[in-house]
């Protein structure tokens, strides 16, 4: 919770407890947690928060680039703390788990985009769908 303040202040948006619970909680869950998961664990911090909150503190955590929000056709929003790795992400078809790919060439925007050089692109986020071992051997398949 004290580096959650810390972190809130650097990027000098207003620091308040249901921020600050919810920037530790999904620091602390870690992985790729929806809204939902973030909610259960802030409100350890907060008691009685509400979806609709949280979603509204994520966004401006969002803005202020503090936590990444990835969007995964088919499932909740997922978020995870911003680390400015520009990495992708790997998604299973039937779970929705979500893995970490390392960027593919180390720096943004990673890949080449066939576009003329009047659209310049600063950023690429690549999902790879696949199954995860657990479901890649379960018999779904
Ligand atoms: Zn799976
Ligand atoms: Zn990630």
């Keep these: ?9 650097e ?10 619970a919810v920037l530790a909680a999904v ?9 939902e998961a973030v909610r259960v ?3 350890e911090v907060t008691g009685g928060l ?3 909150a949280v979603y509204n503190v994520l966004r401006v955590l969002t803005e202020v680039g503090l936590v990444r929000c990835t ?5 909740p929003a997922r978020y995870e703390a911003e680390r400015n790795d520009n990495h992708h992400h790997f998604v299973c078809r039937f779970c ?16 080449q985009a066939d576009l003329p050089d009047s ?4 950023e690429a986020a690549v999902t790879y769908w696949g199954a995860c071992p657990r479901c890649a051997t379960a018999e779904h398949r």
């Design 41 to 43: 664990r802030a409100q």
């Design 27 to 35: 620091e602390e869950l870690g992985g790729h947690p929806d809204a």
């Design 96 to 111: 929705g788990d979500i893995v970490d790919v390392h960027c593919a060439i180390g720096e943004a925007p990673c890949l």
């Design 119 to 122: 659209y310049p692109v600063d």
């Design 1 to 9: 919770m004290a580096r959650a303040a810390t972190r809130l202040r």
């Design 50 to 52: 509400s979806l609709q």
């Design 11 to 20: 990027t000098r948006v207003r620091v308040t407890v249901q921020r600050m």
């Design 71 to 75: 969007q995964i056709a088919g499932h």
